[in-house]
């Protein structure tokens, strides 16, 4: 192949379009002339795509320069490696020497502005879990130098520091939530730094490095609800056994309230006394507490019963912080929320209830209750839990709060909780049956 076509009268005047001098370089000249610049075409060698590289204006390199520039290119090649990757890992070194390269942290402070700040309470605890390791594992490096290697054996989880690659076996769930946000970070990473591919993406990456897993899904601990009544009995007759013999203690009463009321730990947890109408018998839980607030920004009503009325009287006469933003349930330390760990600590060392019962179970328990002694409809259940409809136009269409029948059967509820016997097993007989 014949190099050195071009000529220094030519590269002057050449008018637009590519012209070859030969050895893969070629003039560029665009814009009626007023542009022109170098260019090298190489075809890559991992996928046999076509690359161009550029060398440079031809203002400023002249056309001996040039041919200078692309025999490095071709040594480079020669030696089985990438110009354009040579000349980007330059690049990095120098901006890594300076203090100037763009680090996982910084993208992972953008991610969490835009995409994480503005949700909900829980929400945002959910993803600082996961976003805490990936920033105290891989935080400090550049991320232009992430691989998808780094991403399975750097990136690590817990106490333990466990690698996403073994934590992909041991805790398969988790390891999907780390990997989801790993996924959507570097995603934003291309973006904004220009990567070629992002090295977290499951789908033709990771999947590759990522060991076969077998998954068995564990529901969390619940209590039957035939033993409800036993329980929440056992719940109202603990007090507090330490030297200051105040009563009951908060917490009984704040895992009370949970079990009463079916909603989340967090929103009873957070639950401020300017929330509750009393007047009205209405708790009106905000969108920053709720699960779902992030999605539908908006207020949600939770009937207020006759037992759930008697443990906030309680905790009114306790009441030391007069102030509307004040806690319900305040732990022992001041205005300051109780920790979630606090409930499940509660029933296994205070209680020392004979099965291990997890607090978000509660919800299963009121659930199976409904299943198995009424005839109340899963819709109701669904707008006491602050379950979504599923899908945008069943949410659109679904406005009615339902109080007036969910106040009914939060009603049957309580008082089934107040049963210190269990029900009959044979003996009873489900609302929907006797219509039958």
């Given amino acids: 192949m014949a190099i050195h076509k071009l000529t220094a009268r030519f590269v002057e005047t050449a008018k637009d379009g590519l012209h070859a001098d030969g050895g893969n370089l070629y003039l560029q000249v665009c814009n009626r002339g007023k542009g022109r610049s170098w260019i090298f075409q190489y075809k890559s060698r991992k996928d046999g795509r076509a690359k161009n590289m550029g060398l440079g204006s031809a203002k400023t390199v002249p056309l001996a320069m040039a041919r200078e520039k692309a025999q490095a290119q071709h040594q480079l090649l020669d030696e089985g490696k990438d110009p354009l990757e040579e000349r980007a890992n330059e690049q990095l070194e120098r901006d890594i020497s ?102 977290a993406a499951l789908k033709d990456n990771l999947k590759h490095l990522l060991p076969d897993h077998r998954h068995k899904v564990e529901h969390r601990a619940s209590l039957k609800f035939t033993e409800v009544g036993r329980f929440m009995d056992a719940v109202r007759r603990y007090e507090d056994r330490s030297a200051r013999k105040t009563g009951r203690t908060n917490v009984s009463l704040w895992l009370e309230f949970v079990v009463l009321t079916g909603v989340r730990i967090s929103e009873v947890r957070l639950a401020e006394w300017s929330e509750f109408d009393l007047g009205e018998m209405v708790w009106n839980v905000p969108p920053e507490h709720r699960k779902t607030g992030f999605k539908t920004g908006k207020i949600r009503p939770v009937p207020i019963t006759r037992p759930m009325l008697a443990v906030l009287e309680e905790m009114q006469r306790r009441r030391t912080d007069q102030s509307p933003d004040a806690l319900v349930f305040p732990s022992s330390y001041g205005n300051q929320p109780l920790d979630e760990g606090t409930i499940a600590r509660h029933i296994r060392l205070s209680l020392k209830w004979e099965i291990k019962v997890h607090a978000h179970g509660f919800r299963a328990t009121l659930n199976d209750w409904r299943i198995e002694n009424t005839d109340y409809p899963k819709e109701l259940i669904d707008r006491q839990f602050d379950h979504l409809p599923q899908g945008k136009v069943n949410q659109a269409y679904t406005r009615d709060d339902l109080m007036s029948r969910r106040r009914k059967m939060m009603e049957d509820w309580g008082a089934f909780c107040a049963r210190t016997e269990p029900p009959a097993g044979n003996n009873v007989i489900k609302m929907r049956m006797a219509k039958s």
């Fill in 98 to 199: 300076v203090g100037a390269a763009v680090t996982v942290n910084d993208i992972l402070d953008e991610y969490y502005e835009g995409r994480i700040a503005k949700k909900s309470y829980n929400y945002r605890k959910g993803a600082k879990r996961f976003l805490k390791p990936i920033r105290q594992s891989i935080g400090h490096i550049p991320v232009k130098m992430i691989t998808p290697a780094v991403i399975v054996d750097k990136v690590t989880f817990g106490d333990d520091k466990v690698p996403l690659r073994k934590l992909w076996v041991e805790k398969h769930p988790t390891a999907v939530q780390l990997q989801s946000h790993l996924n959507r970070i570097f995603s934003l990473a291309k973006a904004r730094c220009g990567l070629a591919t992002n090295p």
